[in-house]
């Protein structure tokens, strides 16, 4: 397993989807199950399904490497029904030795691990634990492309596969160097951002609000989507914390909707939405644990955008508890037994209906792959894009470097090496390293 932990390394593979965490510290005894989630519970993404439809001998290398080097036996690639229905994949086929699809219903959120392990295999990791405490460990279908293209081609990953969606002429999946401009690629597709839209990066669920002037491609980037201000999914996302807290204790009728609806509780997660909002901030800021089980939520926004008929944003007062619980240093870490509510199974969330509460429905098109978009004069490496140890600078201010070249070493610990995604004349910046190309 060690090989390949120091493969995973040099290539400098992060989980493509998720926060950023480097692949490889993911690799640990006592798995039995490798998870590939292809969920992409995210409404208007469909970089997963491409990458399959079209790279599935690379996802399959990159999963076999995986069962080859360690005790794991058996994968399953999880993708949503309407997905395997248009790769042709029945639930339980093969797809290669010990590998097999699995076709999820079409429910919000799924991508969520904890909710994944559990439909696709049934078994429930407890409150503040993690998925090898069930022998289960979950890669991202890139994640896995990225290491069969890495053992193919001796390549490290220097690229990323994205979606272009939202108010745009034809939604594309695209593969551009890491590092590229999110504005420089609007320019190349003719993708314009009128007036009243925001630019996200990721899902319309939980994605994040960016500058498309300032920000680049890294790792984790999954889809640059447009959409209305004045959709659910753009206003859920300028909710201001301290006011929603505010709010949530004058307003909130405790009629437990958000508690009824939330999935963590659902799977019988110690996660009560409605009385996180009841209890007041003056008071959590005194005793902070009082509000440990906030750790538990894994910001899928359903109590906000869909539950609530008071305006009131229960994950907004949630994500300060969880600013305040982390400065202290606290996570729930609770034992007992735990079990999934009988209701669970009749109160998930369809699909259609997600996207109907977020306001993006009318933008769910289908999105085809574009190609290749090499020819970028500037990319910008950011060195702490993954979680842990910021990247090193191995080369020098003005160094010229060819596209695949090392530039920045792993740090101490938890942290990953950098390559340069195209080639060009290197500049050291404030964490980042900018390469222009030379002419
Ligand atoms: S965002 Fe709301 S619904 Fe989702 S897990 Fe957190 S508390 Fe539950
Ligand atoms: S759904 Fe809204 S009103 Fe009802 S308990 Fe939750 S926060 Fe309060």
Redesign the pocket.
């Known amino acids: 397993m060690q090989e390949l932990k120091n493969l995973m390394r040099k290539l400098g593979i992060v989980g493509a989807g998720g926060a950023g965490f480097p692949s490889y510290a993911k690799l640990a005894e006592g798995a039995d199950l490798l998870l590939i989630n292809g969920a992409e519970c995210e409404p208007l993404l469909a970089t997963d399904y491409i990458l399959l439809r079209d790279e599935l001998d690379l996802v399959l290398q990159g999963v076999l490497e995986v069962i080859n080097k360690t005790s794991i036996k058996k994968a399953y690639i999880a993708v949503k029904a309407h997905n395997a229905e248009r790769l042709g994949w029945e639930d339980g086929e093969k797809l290669a030795d010990g590998v097999f699809a699995r076709a999820l219903p079409d429910v919000y959120p799924l991508g969520d691990e904890i909710s994944l392990i559990y439909e696709a295999t049934g078994r429930l990791i407890k409150p503040g634990k993690l998925p090898i405490t069930e022998g289960v460990i979950v890669y991202n279908v890139e994640t896995m492309y990225n290491l069969g293209r890495g053992i193919r081609y001796n390549e490290p990953v220097t690229k990323k596969w994205l979606t272009i969606g939202g108010e745009v002429k034809n939604p594309v999946v695209i593969k551009v160097p890491l590092g590229a401009k999110i504005a420089d690629i609007f320019e190349k597709l003719n993708v314009e951002v009128k007036e009243g839209y925001t630019v996200i990066d990721g899902g319309p669920s939980m994605g994040k609000v960016i500058n498309p002037r300032t920000y680049a491609v890294n790792k984790t980037t999954k889809g640059i989507l447009i959409l209305p201000d004045n959709s659910q999914a753009i206003l859920s996302k300028k909710t201001n914390e301290v006011l929603a807290t505010k709010r949530a204790e004058t307003a909130c009728c405790q009629c437990t909707r958000?508690t009824d609806?939330?999935?963590?509780?659902l799977l019988g997660y110690p996660?009560e939405?409605h009385k996180m909002v009841r209890t007041a901030m003056g008071v959590v800021e005194a005793m902070p644990d009082m509000v440990i089980s906030a750790t538990l939520?894994?910001?899928?926004?359903?109590?906000?955008s869909l539950a609530c008929n008071q305006g009131i944003s229960?994950?907004a007062v949630?994500d300060n508890y969880k600013k305040l619980l982390s400065k202290n240093r606290l996570r729930f870490d609770k034992n007992g037994e735990y079990s999934v509510k009988e209701e669970r199974e009749y109160r998930m969330l369809p699909y259609k209906k997600w996207m109907s509460a977020l306001g993006v429905s009318v933008f769910d098109r289908d999105t085809d792959f574009y190609g290749e978009i090499n020819d970028f004069e500037r990319v910008e490496m950011t060195l702490s894009r993954h979680i842990g140890i910021p990247s090193i600078p191995a080369i020098k201010d003005g160094d010229i470097v060819e596209k695949g070249d090392l530039i920045a070493n792993a740090g101490d610990g938890l942290s990953l090496p950098q390559h340069a995604s195209i080639s060009g004349r290197a500049t050291l910046g404030n964490d980042k390293i900018i390469i222009d190309k030379v002419r």
Do not use: A
Not at 261 to 265: A, G, T, V
């Open positions: 958000c609806m939330c999935p963590r509780h996660l939405p939520c894994c910001g899928c926004g359903v109590c906000e229960p994950k949630i």
